[in-house]
């Protein structure tokens, strides 16, 4: 008598355990490298010329650790755990929904039952889509973390910080809770495009788990190692835009704000400090989501497997 075929999981419980691990895989990120963060956005934030600017990614550590504390480093770290709960869910729940919807359409023939299989493109426009979604959902968040990150010797809590910011703006996009939305679509959006399509199309060939966990597991670690560190070249722009524009009100001799659009904000700083200047920040952020693009990936694809098997 031949064995029962196994029980298909229902769409909904499938979507449901990859929202969960998206969200468990975030919260243990930020856990280890809110630090690098918090180093990355105080070098971006600084202009040309400031007195006592950082010179680097040591003489930032260095002089928060001496001058603030240690806690220093966690500053705003409140907005990132509340955030990065849903931004990682919805991260990688809308790129599974939207690999679903794009394959159909754009994939390669030649699947199961005839139907189309996932390819380079498929991974790498589901990425930039689920980025958009992400920055969306993560953006208000971003707008208060960058905010009390900039903040030197005060100790303002999230929820005062808030309330300062919605009272100046509301939700808006001027001055509010939303102001930075489109340079922010622009990061997540080029991040999500180039690890996503990066990492599933190498993980597509490299060796399978029977012919060795460890380098299984290896391998894996490798290409989400790759794959963040170069997401984090491509759109470190945007990066820098994003926190000029969320940072500190900076306005012009007529009174006008300096900084208002991601395109804008990324031309201004490239005529007057150079185009090196759109790069600041590189080092404390490759330290940061290098290996975040490692431990991302592990930890969702363990959540998901362990997910399947607790709950089937």
């Not at 849903?86 to 030649?110: C, D, H, L, M, N």
């Not at 971003?142 to 030197?152: G, S, Y």
């Not at 306005?251 to 201004?268: N, S």
Request: hydrophobic residues 40%.
């Amino acid at each position: 008598m031949s064995a029962a075929a196994p029980k298909e999981r229902s769409a909904v419980k499938v979507g449901f355990q990859q929202f969960a691990a998206g969200g468990g895989a975030g919260l243990i990120e930020i856990l280890i490298m809110q630090p690098l963060d918090v180093v990355k956005t105080r070098i971006q934030i600084q202009p040309k010329g400031m007195v006592g600017a950082y010179t680097g990614v040591y003489d930032c550590f260095n002089k928060i650790r001496t001058i603030e504390g240690t806690r220093a480093f966690y500053k705003g770290i409140i907005p990132p755990i509340c955030a990065e709960t849903p931004k990682r869910a919805t991260k990688f729940f809308a790129f599974e929904q939207y690999a679903k919807t794009f394959t159909p359409v754009i994939g390669k023939p030649g699947g199961k039952d005839g139907q189309n299989m996932r390819t380079p493109l498929v991974y790498s426009l589901a990425g930039f889509a689920c980025g958009a979604t992400e920055a969306i959902v993560v953006n208000p968040f971003e707008r208060v973390k960058v905010q009390l990150q900039n903040e030197r010797g005060t100790s303002t809590s999230a929820a005062q910080k808030v309330k300062e910011i919605y009272a100046k703006g509301g939700f808006g996009t001027k001055s509010g809770l939303n102001r930075g939305l489109t340079s922010t679509i622009g990061r997540h959006a080029v991040w999500n495009c180039v690890y996503f399509g990066l990492y599933h199309t190498c993980k597509d060939v490299i060796p399978a788990r029977e012919e060795g966990e460890m380098k299984y597991f290896m391998t894996r670690v490798f290409l989400g190692l790759c794959a963040g560190t170069l997401a984090s070249i491509v759109n470190i722009p945007y990066d820098v835009a994003k926190s000029r524009i969320q940072g500190p009100l900076v306005l012009l001799p007529c009174g006008a704000e300096k900084y208002t659009g991601a395109h804008q904000t990324m031309m201004l700083v490239a005529k007057e400090e150079g185009k090196g200047a759109l790069f600041k920040g590189l080092a404390p952020k490759l330290m940061r989501l290098g290996p975040s693009g490692a431990i991302m990936m592990l930890v969702y694809e363990t959540l998901v497997e362990k997910f399947a098997i607790w709950f089937p």
